[in-house]
């Protein structure tokens, strides 16, 4: 079997290439990137592919024995993110062949991205994480700079303040845990964190839990999420919008239903769904009252987000499935609208609601795949935006949850009004019919919406599958608390 | 910015201290296995006399001896041999980074780890140095 | 209390480090403020690794050691803190080229002026 | 706790709030650099010189150089007192409830050199055990590179990260 330690190394050693190549010879840093993560691409749906099939791909790195070494794992949870970041970083990659930055260091950030989330996504150690969670940050926050305006480097200092106090706290909350342990491993947590002290068990768990709300931008940790996407080049904001909350809500759920089941759950449960609910509220709000698009959409990431940490929060299998769908279901309608909106700022110069006036005649097909990524959002099936929520208040009323399964139910009436109001102006607003188009767009940037849009109704489905394959990882987790033993 | 002048007695001294610097920093960087120090420690040291040198003479004038392909170039090799060495296990049949897969003692692979993390280090702070003191025109 | 008082310290440090990044308008001291924040996390760890009558983690002397693992999970956040250091002085010197100073409410209303 | 560990802590949060306080960021970034000294000897006081060294030549060092190396070309407020004391009343209430929250964790904390706490337990121990056995003295290095060698290249990946970040914010991603 493919060590999936490669999977992570092949992006990060393979950023070297890109920066130092475009020295020697111009514009060979996008033919390299797309090499790298051809290879990339290939192992992750390999290992991913034989993770779901059968047992789990794990190893320990330098053949180090768990819980003392770092162990690695590819199994039902992580192995959709792996494929999502892969598959999810070939598709903007086309795009930015044209639409996007195109010198040699901006692809080197763009390997060293993808590396440090997958490393967040098949990383059993919680230190290990953290240093993943860094490495994609540190990328991030230079991709967002790249933008020649000004304020993109304001908005991308910003992004780096606040996502370097987030990925400190929860560094923090790591020091808690492993004071009161011993350990860093995370099945070995899970087993002596109950026993831990009090103080301590919490303070790890609240620790970790604040930095990465922040990294997923929960309301009121939010305010690094709209400047940074509306200033950052429609590709760098497609892809963080695809992968770089969706990955630290990942690590969220994963710490949540993996590590601390038995901390003081009553309390901590509550915390979440109020953080949940006012993500849901003021995302929405802050969404409706925007006006340019690229900050409606970043702000309606917070209620998506706020969704899926309901999931969490269930934490029924069914929900806990519905929110992986949704995490899944999110990106790739996500990424879809920032490409769009990056295409049609190109295409027609418009970048506001108002200015969006008009817009399904004068563009009618890329307007028509908008409409459905904004179905998909609002929760209409047969997308699956809407299998996702379906889901998650399917396993909120599975277990009693009416304040879960009625948040889950706004968020959508939310959603219909915010997106509603943008498509209501496509479609049925006055604009101005007779502008012609004042920019031509690329082959590979239609084509990546277009991936996006089919991707939205075809994954529309999904829902049993991904139930399916969670069922033995679900079933593991909880024998091996029952037991008290490391899985 | 005003012009730069240069004191001599700064630049004596640095002349003077830098060879001693540079002997630590290459001793700490080698010798990590037995006492302390590693690739980070000594890779800083290592380039802290590139800093030393721009502070004295002036950072354009430093910067002329020490191009910034070479800089990107050095901290990728180091980057890469890193990988190399990890990757080899893979080839043996050993997991990713296992240093006793060589059939020599670990400390081989290690010394080896630790050059190429001195490398990378080392490049990459004088790099920033230089990256962050340059004026906007060069 | 008193004597954890190191950890008190760490505690006193994440604080200031905090008040000053979120409080100070001068984004130089922002950044200062977030090395203050994380220096006090670093502090946390190497108490954790203090032990009573014990010397370096180099086993060819004799124990007992301090702990070597957080000693080593904080040369690698050093080493992570100095380079996100760096990329935010390198934005600083580029929001500097762009208006000309590096108090964030200037910066904020220069960017109004332009949008209008 | 010793006097000087007491003392050592006296002086670091001293020059934190000095630097906290400074209106003048070069005075905030000389007083940065003492208290990173400050901490450096901490460190080789809590037996971590390895940590320590590292300390001394980045944050005394090398962070310092970065920072006087930006303030020498930009500007340096002026007028007005030296230092400055009002804070928003939200921050005071914020970072107040953080800092209340942690306190009242640390009587749980096992005491400063407790041979017992569970950290000297688990991991710590396989890794002092296991050292010799590959030839290396310093568990350190023996941590850093082979137990735990995964973190170390994800590190080395978070420089390479840094100098390509610069070079892009910089706009010379091709230069």
Redesign the interface.
Known sequence: MIDPALLVAVPLAGSALPAVASRLRPRTGWPLALGVLLVQSVLAVWVAAAALAGDPVRTQVAGIPAPFGIGLLVDALSAPFVVLIALAALAVLAYTRRGGPRSGAFYSLYLLLIGGLTGVCVTTDVFNLYVFLEISGLASYGMVAQADRGAAALAALKYLLVGTVGASLYLFGVGYAYVATGTLDMAALRAALPAASDPLALAALGLMVLGLSVKVALFPLHTWKPDAYEAAPPGVAALLAALASTVAAYALGRLLLAVFPGVAEAVVDAALLGLAAASIVAGSLLAYRSESVARLLAYSSLAQFGIVVVGFVVATPTAIAGSVVHLIGHAVMKAGSFLVVGLLARTHDVRTVAEYAGLARRSPYVSAGFAVLALGLIGIPPTVGFAGKFYIALGAIEAGSWTAAALVLASTLFGLVYLGRVLERMYVGEGDTHAGPTGAASPGMYAAVAVAVLATLALGGVGPLVEGWLAPVLDGLDAGLAMGVVP | ?KPYHESPVVTHTVRVVAPFILTFGLF?LLH???????G??GG??V??VA?LFA?AFG?SQTEATLP??R???F??????S??AV??A??VVG???????AFGV???YP?EV??V??GV??A???T???F???R??DA | MLERLPYLAAIALVGIGLAVLVDDEHLVKKVLGLNVFQTGIFLFFVTAAAREGGSAPNVAKAGPYANPLPQVLILTAIVVGVSVTAVALALLVRIHAEYGTLREDAVRAAIEEGRE | MTPLVAALLAFVVAVAVVTALARDVLVATVAFAAYSLGLAVLWVVFDAPDVALTEAAVGAGVVTALFVAVLSRTTRPVGGRSFSLSVSPTVVIVVGALTAALVATVPSLPAVGDPDAPAFDGAAAYYLQETGAYGIDNAVTAVLVVFRGFDTFGEIAVVFTAVVAVLVVRGRGDA
Do not use: C, N, Y
């Not at chain 2, 050993?94 to 006793?100: A, G």
């Open positions: 910015m700490t990590g296995t037995k006492s302390v120090g590693g980070f420690q800083v040291i380039a802290s800093v502070f950072v910034g392909v800089i990107v170039a901290a990728a090799l180091g980057l890469l890193f990988a990890a990757g296990a893979l050993r997991p990713f980074l296992d240093t006793t003692s670990p400390v290690v780890i630790e190429a993390i990378t280090v490049s990459v702070v790099g920033l140095f990256e962050l003191a004026a906007d």
